[in-house]
């Protein structure tokens, strides 16, 4: 398979609710991670969905001709197939995609482009809990995951049906594996084989933390050590794991 060629400018957009607790770690951390890989960014604040499809048609109508590729990451509360803003609005995921398709964004044709979400995908009804990503209230939703396009990778934190875990501490765990596997193999490595090695790191650290009651060991205080005080009702729809989608047509290397 062919690389992508990415001699040209690189652009990434972070959506973010800053509300959710912890959010400001993974932020700095994606803007580090932009940084370290050359990437221009732009950050929005999830707080309304007219302001959040205003802020992105402007950076997609500013994008250079001469963009090589494009990152979105969207850190936010949501459930299948939808994210929750701050004003408990709700944005189908499919709508941002669209955004940056081959007929509403001709200069990302032919170019790799990469969705992170970072936010619940649950049906089950849960009322929010601090350690997740979940929107008060669930329900049925679009079964699409992908958009009808081409060169697109989508990297959700879970699986259908599943919550995402956030920690007010250090913030969310695929992000905390992002920096290091992307630090240590982001020019040695292709996209996909860099995030098959952060759900790998991903596994690992749901079985040293666990995810599960911590009643027994309260003398556990480093914060990347503590496990995730949970009601078991929600333990038991945690996600473990990343969903991939890819429509990539060559490697992607950074």
């Known amino acids: 398979m062919d690389r992508y060629e990415l001699t040209k400018s690189r652009r990434a957009l972070i959506l973010c609710d800053m509300r959710r607790s ?13 940084k370290g890989n050359g990437f221009l960014h732009t950050a929005v604040n999830a ?22 590729c494009l990152m979105v990451v969207i850190m936010c509360h949501g459930r299948l197939g939808h994210i929750s803003l ?25 170019k790799p482009k990469l969705f ?3 936010a619940c995908r649950g049906v089950k009804e849960h009322p929010r809990h601090l ?25 959700y934190a879970v699986c259908p049906e599943k919550l995402a875990i956030i920690h007010p501490d250090y913030g969310c ?14 020019t040695s490595r292709h996209m996909y084989e860099l995030f098959t090695k952060v759900n790998r790191s991903l596994d690992r650290r749901v079985e040293k933390h666990g995810f599960t009651l911590d009643r027994e060991a309260p003398h556990r205080e480093a914060k990347t050590d503590r496990l995730i005080l949970i009601d078991p009702a929600v333990v038991s ?4 794991s990343l969903h991939i989608v890819s429509s990539l047509t060559k490697k992607w290397y950074l």
């Open 22 to 34: 912890g959010a400001k770690h993974d932020v700095q951390r994606m803007e580090k991670l932009f």
């Open 47 to 68: 707080l309304n969905q007219k302001k959040v499809i205003t802020e992105f048609r402007r950076f997609r109508d500013q994008l250079p001709d001469d963009v090589g």
């Open 86 to 110: 701050s004003n408990g609005e709700e944005i189908q995921l499919e709508t941002i995609y669209q955004l940056f398709n081959n007929s509403q964004c001709p200069a990302l044709r032919e």
């Open 116 to 118: 992170v979400v970072q």
């Open 131 to 155: 350690y997740t990503d979940g929107s008060k209230e669930s329900g049925p939703s679009t079964p699409k995951l992908l958009p009808t396009a081409s060169d697109i990778m989508v990297v």
């Open 173 to 186: 765990p695929l992000f905390v594996e992002m920096e290091k596997v992307f630090e240590d193999f982001s």
């Open 237 to 240: 729809d945690i996600g473990r």
